[in-house]
């Protein structure tokens, strides 16, 4: 039994979920989120609309592993339409730099030519100054796959720590060629 998927998902005061068949919509103060459960797994809203409870119907490897599964992504809706989600980035290297225009971010990122991400409708993406990257959104996933779409676009590399990479995240570099004898 999902030790995870059995607890309840705890709804807070400005957060409204209402489950129809299988879909599961969460709406809340920065916006609705929509999920389609497994049809192994029955989603409810209990006492009181102040939580939701997760179930699986049967006992199959399949219900097993998306009973904690589903009772994540809702958990994950909930506090994004509660508090939303973000992740910062940032570009280091001499002449690194990122922009943006309209709805589209620019990296200049050391190759020939600029790198033009197209920002999805969804997410907010801006860039407090030239090196740092900012996503907000309150989608999880999206939020986390459109940051790693622009860390992929130039990873660190591991002689000088040049590149894309996350705000904290620790680059081990690699001793270089040993200076001539």
């Known amino acids: 039994m999902s030790r995870l998927g059995r607890k309840p998902v705890a709804l807070p005061d400005k957060v409204k979920v209402s489950v129809d068949g299988q879909t599961v919509n969460v709406e809340g103060p920065l916006g609705k989120l929509s999920y389609t459960a497994d049809p192994v797994i029955t ?91 900012l996503v907000k959104g309150i989608d999880k996933q999206r939020v986390g796959q459109f940051a790693a779409e622009v860390r992929a676009s130039r990873k660190p590399e591991p002689y000088k720590g040049k590149g894309v990479r996350y705000q904290g995240e620790r680059v081990k570099l690699k001793p270089g060629k040993a200076a001539g004898k």
């Open 43 to 133: 989603v409810e809203v209990g006492e009181g609309d102040k939580e939701v409870v997760v179930t699986r119907k049967e006992d199959t490897r399949t219900g097993k592993a998306m009973h904690g599964l589903t009772r994540a992504l809702i958990a994950n809706m909930v506090e994004g339409v509660e508090k939303g989600y973000e992740k910062r980035l940032e570009v280091v290297g001499v002449g690194y730099l990122a922009a943006i225009a309209g709805d589209v971010l620019q990296l200049r990122v050391g190759f020939a030519n600029e790198i033009h991400k197209k920002i999805p409708k969804d997410l907010t993406v801006t860039c407090p100054d030239q090196t740092h990257i």
